[in-house]
């Protein structure tokens, strides 16, 4: 089925038939208009209005058969841009003792006021049983989406067809799973044509047994995937294959060399458009990378969100650094040759050949410029000696699982799990990981709980050295009184590298929590660890403490107050001490009010925060907070004023307003955002 055909259908079904199934069905419409002013501190202003609805219905044709549309409508206007939107979709569904079938699709044209117009639109059918649990449950799935914009040439034009099958049955203590998928995708713009298909399957037990003194669980599975990209190209020409990602990473850390980032999915979601939130431009050491599993790549495309000018594009410096766990990094490539593609809005980046399980760029300059990234993605370029280069890739993994509990005496318990694992690459090199835990549990009575627990876990990468890890822990629990709780906890981590110890860390914790009085609590907690590094020599020291207390003064007044003590002894000894003061009062139904104190000491840095909040709710309908932040450390003092008002005009239209102003080094600078919303 074409793409105009898909199209046409699609809008048929929303402007023939979805008036005709909204008479007399439930029909739902929401309007959102907001308004938005920013005074800068260097004197400019920024200003935003969106407006978006939303209308939706639904409808039973029979009591098996229904249908469900929907038009959604945004604009958001800026000072020097505007976005729109605009996504049609409609649904058939029918639901029986047989089966299960749903005919749905969706167009979505995004129109840029200085950029190119994108259209995509895509159906999916899907058919799956409805019968009885005695017999396997089945069901299937096909789909097809185009893409495209409105350039010429198109800089983007994509084709994608997916289809796949499940099969399950469950019997007694045992069920079995199996999914088959396959897809194919062409880009035009790169003259590419993909196909991919995989197999999962996964065979599950788990009982127990006497009573559920002895559980046992287990499971095995079994994962394939192939897939092949031919692309066409000059004789002796290049061509662009995309290399699969499984996961995006970022985090701002100054040391790149060691340390973990966190998975970012907005970085490879597909949508080149929109913020995933990560700062390039004014952020310093920030980290930004992907999980390439061992696959070759020799380009990196970073996609912002606005254009940006190539004399602030040149003052980036960007470095390349792999890994093979995520956490050890090494410099693989310093000071990258790249350029930015006006057209695309994207950072085109550079780089020899490589293969890592991890690699991550690491911003060593940026210019100082807010600059948000909506995407990254790698890219092989390969020369060709004919007209087509094709590449494949293939993996399979296996998975074990087992679980077991036994409870031989009413106040004993035993755990024990197991966990094994092996990937095989194509190309890439083998992993096996292989990690086990046990504990046993002893609660003769309320004033000693004892709990013992022992873990392992090794990884194994061919080329790699094997890492191990090793932790035990024991912990006591008691409770000697109904107002007192008392826990005490040691644990050892150790840690090897291809057989060499590599650290080793001890950790020492105790937690008293007691009821003193009927409206007075207390709780104090306690922590000691102390780590080495035999690679470096390396002693580390920590402690910290922190101690609460919670007093209901009267039934409408509470006060909070907590006090934090840390020291640190490394290559540099630090201390720091917090105090935090609360108090809260709900005067009435109607008015409330609350302050927050913080005192921060930390050698060569004291600070001083404070909140003034009231929240007022004159009618059920109506809502109005205000509030006074006072923060001031040795370089300067920050004044910000806040309010929110949120008003319910009727059951159909509401009104929130937001207002804040900040006063910094002599500098004000404020905020206005209005939102009037209506829904029927």
Request: proline share 3%.
């Amino acid at each position: 089925m074409g793409r105009s055909l898909v199209i046409k259908i699609l809008y048929v079904l929303i402007f023939i038939v979805v008036p005709l199934g909204m008479y007399a069905s439930p029909v739902s419409f929401t309007g959102d208009w907001r308004y938005r002013k920013l005074s800068k501190e260097d004197g400019g202003k920024e200003w935003s209005f969106y407006e978006g609805y939303f209308l939706s219905f639904f409808r039973d044709i029979t009591e098996k058969m229904n249908i469900t549309g929907s038009v959604r409508y945004t604009k958001d206007r800026r000072e020097e841009r505007t976005f729109q939107q605009i996504t049609p979709s409609f649904s058939f569904n029918i639901n029986n003792d047989i089966f299960r079938f749903s005919l749905s699709g969706s167009s979505n044209r995004r129109l840029d006021s200085r950029g190119p117009d994108y259209i995509t639109d895509a159906w999916d059918a899907i058919l799956a049983s409805n019968w009885s649990n005695k017999w396997p449950a089945l069901r299937f799935t096909y789909g097809r989406s185009f893409s495209h914009d409105d350039q010429h040439p198109h800089l983007v034009d994509t084709r994608n067809t997916h289809r796949g099958a499940e099969l399950s049955h469950t019997v007694k203590s045992f069920r079995f799973y199996y999914n088959y998928r396959d897809s194919k995708g062409e880009n035009k713009v790169e003259d590419s044509t993909s196909w991919s298909y995989s197999h999962f399957a996964k065979f599950d037990f788990s009982k127990g047994f006497f009573n559920n003194i002895l559980f046992l669980s287990a499971s095995q599975q079994v994962f394939y995937t192939k897939a092949e990209t031919r692309t066409e190209v000059e004789d002796g020409g290049v061509a662009l294959i995309r290399v699969a990602v499984a996961k995006a990473l970022f985090g701002v850390d100054s040391t790149p060399e060691e340390g973990t980032i966190n998975s970012t999915p907005a970085l490879i979601d597909g949508d080149r458009f929109v913020s995933a939130g990560v700062e390039i431009g004014a952020t310093d050491d920030v980290n930004i990378g992907l999980e390439v599993d061992y696959r070759e790549l020799n380009a990196l495309y970073l996609y912002t969100v606005n254009d940006v000018s190539d004399s602030i594009a040149g003052r980036f410096r960007w470095e390349l650094y792999k890994s093979h766990d995520g956490i050890n990094w090494d410099l693989a490539f310093s000071s990258l040759t790249f350029s930015y593609n006006h057209a695309l809005k994207r950072f085109e980046i550079k780089i020899p050949r490589i293969s890592a399980k991890y690699v991550k760029l690491y911003v060593a300059s940026n210019p100082g410029t807010d600059i948000y990234v909506t995407e990254l993605e790698a890219y092989n370029e390969v020369r060709s000696e004919g007209s087509e280069v094709t590449t494949t890739s293939k993996y399979t993994s296996y998975r074990t699982d087992f679980n077991m509990r036994w409870r031989p005496l009413s106040d004993i318990s035993v755990y024990y799990s197991f966990f094994g694992a092996h990937s095989v690459p194509e190309p890439g090199p083998d992993s096996t990981d292989l990690s086990y835990s046990a504990s046993i549990s002893w609660t003769p009575s309320r004033y000693f709980n004892p709990v013992f627990s022992i873990s392992e876990a090794r990884d194994k990468t061919e080329g790699e050295p094997e890492d191990l890890g090793r932790s035990y822990s024991l912990s006591i629990a008691s409770s000697p009184l109904d107002t007192l709780d008392v826990s005490f906890g040691l644990m050892r981590s150790e840690r090897y590298e291809g057989g060499k110890k590599e650290s080793r860390s001890d950790s020492y914790s105790l937690y008293i929590s007691a009821l003193l009085f009927p409206d007075l609590s207390a709780s104090l907690d306690l922590t000691r660890n102390t780590s080495k590094n035999y690679r470096e020599g390396d002693t580390a020291k920590s402690f910290s403490g922190r101690l609460s207390t919670t007093a209901r003064l009267t039934p409408k007044f509470t006060l909070d107050a907590t006090y934090y003590y840390s020291k640190s002894e490394a290559e540099d000894s630090t201390t720091t001490r917090r105090f935090d003061l609360t108090a809260s009062w709900r005067a009435s139904d109607v008015l409330f009010l609350r302050t927050t104190h913080n005192w921060n000491w930390k050698e060569g840095s004291n600070t001083y925060s404070s909140t003034y909040t009231m929240g007022l709710s004159p009618t059920p309908k109506v809502q109005l907070n205000v509030q006074y932040a006072y923060n001031k450390d040795q370089d300067e003092t920050v004044k910000t004023y806040s309010s929110f008002v949120s008003w319910a005009i009727s059951r159909y239209i509401s009104l929130k307003s937001n207002y804040s102003c900040q006063e910094r080094g002599g500098e004000k600078s404020w905020y206005l955002s209005i939102q009037l919303t209506a829904r029927f």
